[in-house]
């Protein structure tokens, strides 16, 4: 029996399952995330998310419009060869297309290194800030370069809600709106990304793999505990909240929603963003360079970032 705190109920393996696959239709059915025609691009790093939101998608889609994008960021301890074995393996046997590349691949430098010239020129940048921007990076021009027509990722309900908080305490709202479902596409360069399990619990996701039989990566990234976020520190937060309080991050998720469908308009007739004048990628309103090409050049490298599809 899985007990659903949320909602009180206590539900037997199979009703579980099933509930999860119910909400995770009704929220791709509520937001449009994608069509049948579609081709599915889904980014996968080996997880408990990645397991469930292949499983997933794996009863949604047709599998012959899917691919799969997993990329090793260099994390001694944590990247293991056994942790994407599974994907390999799955995406082997529904002939689903699947590309593996690297953050080293893509600018030269894993991200220890990166992190490490970071702190040699005492530079305020955080492993998560490199790894976030480099991977989006990385899997928009895969997508793009292949042809799909959505990113899938496998952020669940803890991940928004920590977005959406961060994105208010820094009073961002034309971030919080771009995360939306429902936000707008601001470049043709952009491939739509959407995320089906962002009403599924962690703790659910969780449930999921285990009663699915999914054996999961029980290390956390180092950077996180030991190089704590706003992001790690609200998340310990929301546990609290959670356990005090059954089904807060839902219902706020939820309100959120409501609230940020009311500005979407004002921001569809943006501008296209300009590119950068160094990679040609979008970047913000009013910046010469991207935010992954000032980094680079922050660490005094010169590379020019490109992805390379064989």
Sequence with gaps: MVYQRHTGRALCRECFIRDVLERVKAEVATHKMFTPGNR?????????D???????????????????VTIIEGIPGYNREEDIQWIKDMARDFGIDHFITSIKEYVGHSLQELVEMADEKGLDVSPCTFCGVIRRRIINEYARELGFDR????????????????NMLRGDIFRLVQSH???????????????????IYEEEITSY???KGFRFQQTECPYIRFRPTLRARLREHLFRLERDSPGSMLRFLNKVDCVINEFIEEYTE???????VRCGEPTAFG?????LCELLMKLGLDVVPRVRIF
């Design 40 to 48: 599915l691009m889904l980014a996968l790093s080996g997880g408990k």
């Design 50 to 68: 990645s397991f469930v939101l292949l499983d997933v998608m794996l009863q949604l889609h047709n599998p012959s419009r899917m691919g799969i």
């Design 151 to 166: 990113v899938l990722t496998a952020h669940n309900l803890d991940d928004e809600v920590q977005t959406a908080l961060m």
């Design 181 to 199: 479902p429902s936000g707008p596409t601001l470049s043709r360069l952009f491939v739509r990304k959407v995320k089906p399990l962002r009403k």
């Design 209 to 211: 793999a285990y009663l």
């Design 270 to 276: 943006f501008p296209e963003l300009p590119r950068c």
């Design 287 to 291: 910046r010469k360079y991207c935010i």
